[in-house]
């Protein structure tokens, strides 16, 4: 089976304070869950302290990383720094970046691409917008999403996919347990006719979108929902609850 995946996505939020509080939370909080890899994302600032700081048993993510080899690109920070750092895991794709920064489904390709190729493990975001979904597209634009990678790598088992639909975010909206499994089926079997039968079967796909404790339980009992990428909860005590809804 697929080991459940539970991810937190701090996004640029968060003070000294705040983030001392957030690892205590993190450390004293009781995973009763066995079988739960977790990963929190906090800012790049944040990451050296977090790392340093945290239970042994979470991992850290950063949140993007630069597409290529450092050098002069201002602002960035590139793939061998983390791997420099310790940090295991990156963030890549958030539709964030992809409707605010411009990120192309190529470029997160390409990104995707470099980043493992530097030994990084990574989150890769995909996720139909409102429109998207009411013009009926959203398995046209999650599959374009995701073979933008599919063209860029042949090595899945340091990848997990978080679908996350855009009007789900910081909306409150959660989708639906049927609606999130519909899409990580539809996602499962675009895997296995077009990369391969064994990535379709092992590649986890999370959920991420308004997940919340009371929503956790019954969205982590769909066959095709292998963890969560969480946000705003992520800050609170009740992602321990979302952690241990692991099945
Ligand atoms: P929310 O849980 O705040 O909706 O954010 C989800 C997300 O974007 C995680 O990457």
């Not at 996350?164 to 910081?170: C, Y």
């Not at 991420?208 to 769909?222: F, I, R, Y």
Request: with cysteine; proline share 4%; glycine share 10%.
């Amino acid at each position: 089976g697929r080991k459940f995946f539970v991810g937190g996505n701090w996004k640029c939020n968060g003070t000294t304070d705040q983030v001392d509080k957030i690892v205590k939370v993190l450390n004293d909080g009781k995973i009763t869950a066995t079988n739960v890899e977790v990963v929190v994302s906090p800012p790049y600032v944040f990451l050296p302290t977090v790392k340093a700081s945290l239970r042994p048993e979470i991992q850290v993510a950063a949140q993007n990383c630069w597409v290529k080899k450092g050098g002069a690109f201002t602002g960035e920070v590139s793939a061998e720094m983390l791997v420099n750092l310790g940090i295991p895991w990156v963030i890549l794709g958030h539709s964030e970046r992809r409707a605010l920064l411009g990120e192309s489904n190529e470029f997160v390709g390409d990104k995707v691409a470099y980043a493992l190729a530097q030994g990084l493990k990574v989150i890769a975001c995909v996720g139909e917008t409102l429109e998207q979904r009411e013009a009926g597209s959203t398995m046209d634009v999650v599959a374009a999403q995701t073979k933008a990678i599919a063209d860029k790598i042949t090595d899945w088992s340091n990848v997990v996919i978080a679908y996350e639909p855009v009007w789900a975010i910081g909306t409150g909206k959660v989708a639906t347990p049927a609606q999130a499994q519909e899409v990580h089926a539809n996602l499962r079997d675009w895997l296995k006719t077009k990369v391969s039968p064994e990535v379709a079967e092992t590649t986890r796909i999370i959920y991420g979108g308004s997940v919340t404790g009371a929503s956790a339980n019954e969205l982590a009992a769909q066959p095709d929902v292998d963890g969560f990428l969480v946000g705003g909860a992520s800050l609170k005590p009740e992602f321990i609850d979302i952690i241990n809804a692991a099945s």
